[in-house]
């Protein structure tokens, strides 16, 4: 949660003697959440934020991300105008009708952000209409690459989310997109995620990657021999028959972050 985010549970507050009940469950809750999202470290070493961005404003950080477009992307478009701040702390990547038309929103760190291992994790709403799915994944130009496996470089989908009832789905794509390529991944369903934010984080060593939801271990794996460069973030929209008909959704539609943090181990 943000700081703006306890100064709205107490503006909700309308009898006194509750409020320092609702502050006090409040900040246990952030302890609680601030405990669980971050995976242990070794020991003598401790978590530091190196980069992130919490979409205050009004304007998108374009210091920080890339917005994608005006192209063809799977069955729809990728266009700038459908990547945006809400004003409210949130980014908006849209899904919409234009014309004869469906366009969505996507976001990237390329050239501006580019790292490798630490825990990378955003906090995301997921849409409510079928025909389009939302991603939090990483990228970098050695996914293309055949010959070292994953490690010159794999496309880390940290969450891809083409069902409504809560499943979702964690993937790893390396030794490029033709007859060499090679993935693996899982899926599983949580209900609560149809509803609310929620987190969706990876841990990535040298070793291994671990992917999370809320805080709790949903994957572990070295698939690939794990990637052994920097990478960039993406966040996107995509519109294609996995994420069903988008011809029975009623649009606009969104996928809805309230932020990115990217934390390394130290000293």
């Given at each position: 949660m943000k700081t703006s985010d306890l100064v709205l549970i107490g503006s909700k507050g309308s009898v006194v003697a509750l409020l320092g009940f609702a502050l006090a469950s409040f900040s246990y809750a952030q302890t609680d959440a601030a405990k669980d999202t971050l995976p242990p470290v070794p020991?003598?070493?401790?978590?530091?934020?190196?980069?992130q961005d919490e979409?205050?404003?009004?304007?998108?950080?374009?210091?920080k991300w890339n917005r994608l477009g005006d192209w063809k992307r799977r069955d729809g478009f990728w266009v700038k105008e459908d990547a945006y701040l809400s004003g409210k702390g949130t980014l908006l990547l849209r899904t919409k009708k234009d014309g004869d038309r469906?366009?969505?929103?996507?976001v990237n760190t390329q050239g501006k952000f580019e790292h490798a291992f630490g825990y990378y994790v955003a906090r995301c709403r997921?849409?409510?209409?079928?025909?389009?799915?939302p991603a939090f994944w990483m990228m970098g130009s050695g996914v293309g690459k055949v010959g070292d496996e994953g490690r010159d470089g794999t496309e880390?989908?940290?969450?891809?989310?083409p069902w409504r009832d809560g499943k979702v789905t964690f993937n790893l794509h390396w030794d490029g997109y033709?007859?060499?390529?090679?993935?693996?991944?899982?899926?599983?369903?949580v209900a609560a995620l149809t509803e609310g934010f929620h987190d969706y984080g990876l841990l990535w060593t040298k070793e291994e990657y671990v992917f999370y939801?809320?805080?709790?271990?949903?994957w572990r794996t070295k698939a690939g021999g794990v990637s052994q460069v920097p990478e960039y973030?993406?966040?996107?929209?995509?519109?294609?028959?996995?994420g069903g008909d988008i011809a029975k959704a009623q649009l606009p539609d969104f996928f809805e972050v309230d932020y990115v943090r990217v934390y390394e181990t130290s000293p």
């Open positions: 020991a003598g070493k401790e978590w530091k934020l190196i980069w979409f205050t404003g009004t304007k998108l950080d374009e210091t469906y366009t969505c929103g996507a997921m849409p409510k209409q079928p025909g389009h799915w880390i989908d940290i969450v891809e989310i033709g007859k060499d390529h090679k993935s693996a991944g899982t899926n599983t369903t939801v809320d805080g709790k271990e949903v973030l993406k966040l996107t929209e995509e519109i294609g028959e996995w």
